[in-house]
């Protein structure tokens, strides 16, 4: 009896860090309210995967490209319409294989961007839980585009109104509705988010009521089934305590640097670091890399820069030979590392501004923990991401670019010091610690986010 008073959700998110982080984080909130999860990954993934978590279970599978992910597939259509196709068979055995065990499987929470696994959910009689990564703001932008009220792409006028949001500019809009020709995969992998939601159990978004209030409300009203708002999903540690040992996600798919970024900071003033990142996926051009590395030196201050092994090239030499880390000794001006745990990074009391790429992981991270950001975004959402933070949540500032769409040094270090210094600095410091408190409200005992939580596990337990 006990046994079948336990779901047993089956998680399977995009394979993409950005994609795995909050799943993964609203997995560990199932098991630690009773719930079994498996969480799903594919083989090409787990090949770089550093494992640290032992609440939920992994299960790997194969999406047809074990050896080189989406550069084995050729393209970005192809590799979908593999990953949809292969992809769901091996998800559909990983199910079928579970019926005969003590735990089969009752709900499939999926990735929103993979609509399809919402067939193999129906198919099987399983729980059907669409899992959103971006903002609640962007998602109604693809919902609109998906529902032909916005067409792309967008152009011949100088701003749109969507509901629930301030008046957004062309350049607040996500990149993939601007030039839909040369993004059409995109436009259709974001859009198709919304292409069977009237058949979906549950819309789960990583994001809190409060943060985007008129938004979230409107699509309460709006959207045909259960829509719950969870986030941040963050661990335990840095916003309601709850969750003993829950210190970082538990999943890497790069090697990050563990002592020295901690090492380096714990030498440094408080709010005296400038913390630089721009995510695991989307890269920098070459120019736009030299701008910042002498914007960060034209601004005086401490800096520590990931900068993926990738990336490494497009810095100037003198950056390289100056700022990066070694095993002999560390500079002290500036740090430059190919990876870092971030939310440790953030959390730690020398960082006083984040220049980042404002992805939504990376932006609801500065939110919670408390630093004010300089936004430069690079495509996708972060651009509409970046318009909230410089002009509804006032916490942070974008870079303004010049003719030829780079943000110049001298540039760069007037956010910096916007931030860092002077009255504007102190009211987006103010701003931005009432947002971490109103985090750590959301996901607390009585919250919005945690009642929401419970309310989704309470549909699971024993129904």
């Known amino acids: 009896m006990e046994n079948a008073c336990k779901p047993h959700v089956l998680a399977v998110p995009f394979p993409g860090q950005g994609h795995i982080n909050p799943m993964l984080q609203f997995s560990k909130l199932l098991v630690s309210k009773g719930i079994k999860v498996t969480f799903a990954i594919t083989l ?4 770089s995967m550093q494992t640290e978590t032992g609440l939920v279970n992994i299960e790997l599978f194969s999406d047809g490209c074990d050896e080189g992910g989406i550069l084995e597939a050729g393209s970005l259509d192809a590799y979908f319409e593999r990953f949809k196709t292969i992809g769901s068979e091996n998800l559909a055995k990983v199910i079928e294989r579970q019926e005969s065990s003590d735990f089969p499987f009752k709900c499939l929470m999926y990735d929103s961007c993979m609509p399809w696994c919402l067939d193999i959910a129906k198919e099987l009689g399983l ?3 669409s899992f959103y990564t971006q903002s609640c703001s962007v998602n109604v932008i693809y919902y609109h585009v998906y529902h032909g009220l916005l067409s792309t792409p967008v152009q011949g006028v100088s701003a749109v109104s969507m509901p629930g949001m301030p008046l957004l500019e ?8 601007l030039n839909s020709e040369s993004n059409i995969s995109y436009l259709k992998f974001v ?3 919304f292409s069977n939601i009237d058949q979906a159990d549950w819309l789960v978004f990583n994001t809190f009521h409060k943060l985007e209030n008129e938004v979230v409300n409107w699509m309460l009203n709006e959207l045909p089934t259960r829509t ?10 840095y916003l309601d305590k709850r969750g003993e040992g829950d210190d970082n996600y538990g999943i890497n798919l790069i090697k990050p640097d563990r002592r020295t970024c901690i090492n380096w900071l714990d030498t440094k003033k408080t709010g005296s670091v400038v913390y630089v990142s721009f995510g695991s996926f989307l890269s920098l051009q070459e120019q736009q890399m030299e701008e ?8 005086g201050k401490y800096f520590l820069w990931v900068v993926r092994a990738e990336e490494e090239q497009k810095l100037p030499s003198k950056f390289r030979e100056e700022y990066m880390s070694t095993s002999v000794s560390l500079p002290d001006k500036g740090l430059i590392v190919k990876w870092s745990l971030q939310l440790q990074v953030l959390a730690h009391p020398s960082v006083g501004c984040f220049i980042t790429h404002a992805g939504w992981n990376s932006t609801l991270e500065g939110l919670s923990l408390g630093v004010p950001m300089v936004g430069i975004p690079i495509g996708s959402d972060q651009t509409t991401n970046i318009k909230f933070v410089e002009d509804v949540w006032r916490v942070g500032v974008r870079g303004k670019v010049d003719e030829k769409g780079i943000i110049r040094r001298e540039e760069i270090e007037r956010c910096i010091r916007e931030i860092t210094e002077g009255e504007h600095g102190e009211d987006m410091r103010r701003n931005v610690e009432k947002w971490k408190e109103l985090a750590k409200e959301a996901v607390d005992e009585g919250g919005s986010s945690s009642k929401n ?4 596990v309470d549909s699971l337990l024993c129904s």
């Not at 090409?44 to 090949?47: R, V």
């Not at 939580?453 to 989704?456: A, D, G, K, N, P």
Request: glycine share 8%; charged share 15%.
């Open 170 to 177: 062309i350049s607040d809009l996500p990149t993939f509705l």
């Open 191 to 193: 859009a198709d988010q």
């Open 44 to 47: 090409f993934t787990a090949k």
């Open 228 to 237: 719950i708002t969870v986030g941040p999903t963050l661990p335990s540690k």
């Open 453 to 456: 939580i419970q309310h989704f």
């Open 127 to 129: 729980v059907g839980v």
């Open 292 to 299: 910042i590395a002498w914007g960060l030196e034209k601004s």
